[in-house]
Nanobody, 112 residues
Framework: VQLVESGGGLVQPGGSLTLSCTASGADFKFYISGWYRQAPGKQRELVATIDGSRNTRYGDSVKGRVTVSRENAKNTLYLTMNNVKPEDTAVYYC???????WGQGTQVTVSA
């Protein structure tokens, strides 16, 4: 299974961005998949997950500001973040935990 994230970068506080993750070797629609992040010196934390029925779950620190979605035809997962804050700065990983499969991560930096 290979997961490839894209879309990270530098964004100003209050701005928005969308991360993408494309999978090969597994279909997102058959698994709970999602986004996690890790900031320097901190443990990896849940951002958002989505299951086969498109039920979603969000971490408390991002609830109300992010949306996770999936495009089955492209086997791609998305994370849209709005009103980003400096504390959102982290490496964001796409993953299928049940398959112990993770992407390489994409850096998101929120700074003026």
């Amino acid at each position: 299974v290979q997961l490839v994230e894209s879309g990270g970068g530098l964004v100003q506080p209050g701005g928005s961005l969308t991360l993408s993750c494309t999978a090969s070797g597994a279909d997102f629609k058959f698994y709970i998949s999602g986004w996690y992040r890790q900031a320097p010196g901190k443990q990896r934390e849940l951002v958002a997950t989505i299951d086969g029925s498109r039920n979603t779950r969000y971490g408390d620190s991002v609830k109300g500001r992010v949306t996770v979605s999936r495009e089955n035809a492209k086997n791609t997962l998305y994370l849209t973040m709005n009103n980003v804050k400096p504390e959102d700065t982290a490496v964001y990983y796409c993953g299928i935990p049940n398959l112990l499969s993770w992407g390489q991560g994409t850096q998101v930096t929120v700074s003026a």
